[in-house]
DNA sequence: TAATTTTGCGCAATCGTTTGAGCAAAACGT
DNA sequence: ACGTTTTGCTCAAACGATTGCGCAAAATTA
């Protein structure tokens, strides 16, 4: 019979109206100048029935449901589930519980999350956006305070943090450079993706005015990606390149698996690094070179950003600025390269 | 302005009282033989305004959330996103939502999430379960469907449907045993853990009565663990075991880890084997054995138990029974043994 | 003692829906 | 033409909380 117990029990056992207990049971007692007796009576009355609030009723008649909506593109993604693991923690922290929809990277399953958040009442959002345009999303904005993260717009004045994708490229590429390499491949992912082209861009940049060749292959952050464009341009006998740039850890993992294949040792026929992070990456032989994203600095940003936001409109303040955030990556040398 | 409609907008709108929109919008216009015209203008109305149901409120009216609570240990753990990731899924095809907690293995995070989740009315709820008693859930069955998942309660009638980790454990073992190993190190996760127990038992049931040694260490399901209890046993000249049994993904790498300190080859001078999917196994060299877990077919398993009970009570109908159900995992070869 | 202030609390509306009960008008049967 | 059934809809009470307003009794002041 637990938690059949509502506001009214509790009103007719201790004898007082339902506004009293209410108010008691809220913390508002001195706001309203509850007698002491009654806050005894009241709140022991509310242990004894084992009296837990109806979240749900709540947050019809406040407006407020303590909730966040958190969307990623796929949770089974280590990366998004590192991501959504410290978000989740940081917002339990803070009271705020944790509504995960799963987008799949896909546009329509992201606008029915977004639709259910809406519908749910959340309190704000965090999102990692698939779609192409943030006009949606800047629409929500105007309800709910929405957070980007890991993936922006490029024309958007909806708070961001993310990876600084062209420094990270950047980063790498000069390492290779450094490390003597001449002929260099990058493996990309999704091409029409924003840290994809930033890393593109930062990746050409390094090595434009470089006394090297270099090109960039592929088009999706797959395992299949790394190996069959592995495959396609190093089977034959003479290698075009001397070191490959992977732009995820699952092309990287594709691109190992393929020069396995062919027999080729990874740190001494050819060099390689990856973008991601991955603890995996350092029980791979050789151990790899990679460039590293700042994952729990970045969700702290995001949900301080967010709780700035929401605070700022409670109080009926606009919005906060300078809320667009990159963040640079750090290079984690191994022996891969 | 998106979203501020509601029932009543629309009532007045078409001049329809509440009740014939709300009849309409829910789908039940036939059954109260509400006019075509009527059918028509309200839903064009709906449409018109951008009409969305406020989830909140028709929750509370209706004691129906469509939202399950989901309960895992650690989101962060590439296992449980995994998980995770499969359950969302299904449960969103068939129109629920998830509300995610993470217990982070601790029972009392487990037990305010288990409060939220009653807070916020989820329809139902599937587990991992931390504690070391099923009380509270099996309290909170009577109330919300509960299904275990991944790990039971060894006395219980609480729904569950998990690995049969005693078989798997077995089949690790004889594997090796059929491979020629005479002498096996298993480490082991967090003793206390039903998994653990089950893997102990299994692994020690298919060897004890060959002419074998064995013995079985540690007590963490984490790198450093393997790490550190490999070193401890293989640091000296002369070696006590030509096999290791990793009772995790996580074990396993940091039995590997310590191996290449040791300068010892896997595969060749020492075998190994290895519990838990991790499609990352596939690359590292070699390519580790190991007994996979059925991941996707215990997710679904769960997902339909948890709606069968739901049916069954939403039709007065008693719980149906049988449903813990253990899933046979499957011994994945490679060349680590 | 009368006027004023403070203390302590209750009434009832509200959030946005769903739903049992009821009712007038239209259609039908005889 | 008059009772009966069907059609198509409305009324108003929930669900469980919060909250603006108001008001009697007690305490204080003059």
Redesign the pocket.
């Known amino acids: 019979m637990a938690s059949?117990?509502?506001?009214?029990?509790?009103?007719s056992e201790t004898?007082?109206?339902?506004?009293?207990?209410?108010?008691v049971?809220?913390g508002?007692a001195e706001k309203?100048?509850?007698?002491?007796?009654?806050?005894d009576l009241i709140s022991e009355t509310a242990r004894r029935v084992n009296?837990?609030?109806?979240l749900?009723?709540?947050t019809?008649?406040?407006?407020q449901s303590r909730t966040i909506g958190l969307l990623v593109p796929g949770i089974d993604n280590p990366f998004f589930a590192t991501l959504a693991g410290i978000i989740i923690k940081m917002l339990g922290d803070r009271g705020y519980h944790t509504l995960l929809a799963d987008s799949r990277e896909s546009e329509t399953e992201e606008e029915q999350a977004l639709q259910m958040f809406l519908g749910r009442k959340v309190d704000g959002i965090i999102s990692v956006p698939v779609s192409s345009s943030a006009a949606r999303l800047e629409q929500i904005s105007q309800q709910i305070p929405v957070v980007l993260i890991d993936r922006h717009f490029r024309k958007t004045n909806l708070p961001y943090v993310c990876t600084d994708n062209y420094a990270g490229a950047r980063m790498a590429a000069e390492y290779l450079l450094q490390r003597g390499y001449k002929r260099i491949l990058a493996i990309q992912g999704v091409r029409s993706s924003m840290p994809n082209q930033e890393r593109l861009r930062g990746f050409e940049d390094a090595l434009k005015r470089q006394a090297v060749q270099y090109a960039a292959v592929g088009n999706a952050f797959s395992v299949e990606n790394g190996h069959d464009q592995t495959i396609a341009l190093f089977a034959g006998a003479d290698k075009p390149f001397d070191a490959v740039f992977a732009f995820s850890a699952t092309i990287l993992l594709g691109a190992i698996d393929a020069f396995r294949e062919l027999n080729m040792k990874v740190g001494k026929e050819v060099g390689i690094i990856s973008f991601d992070n991955n603890g995996f990456l350092d029980f791979l032989d050789p151990a790899v070179t990679r460039v590293e994203q700042p994952l729990r600095e970045a969700s702290e940003l995001a949900v301080e950003t967010l709780f700035s936001i929401m605070e700022a409109r409670r109080e009926g303040r606009p919005d906060p600025d300078l809320l667009q955030r990159l963040i640079p990556p750090t290079l984690v040398v191994r022996s891969s390269c």
């Open positions: 059949k117990s509502n506001i009214f029990t509790i009103a004898g007082y109206s339902v506004s009293t207990v209410s108010r049971l809220t508002q309203f100048r509850i007698s002491k007796k009654a806050i009296y837990q609030p109806d749900v009723a709540q019809l008649r406040t407006r």
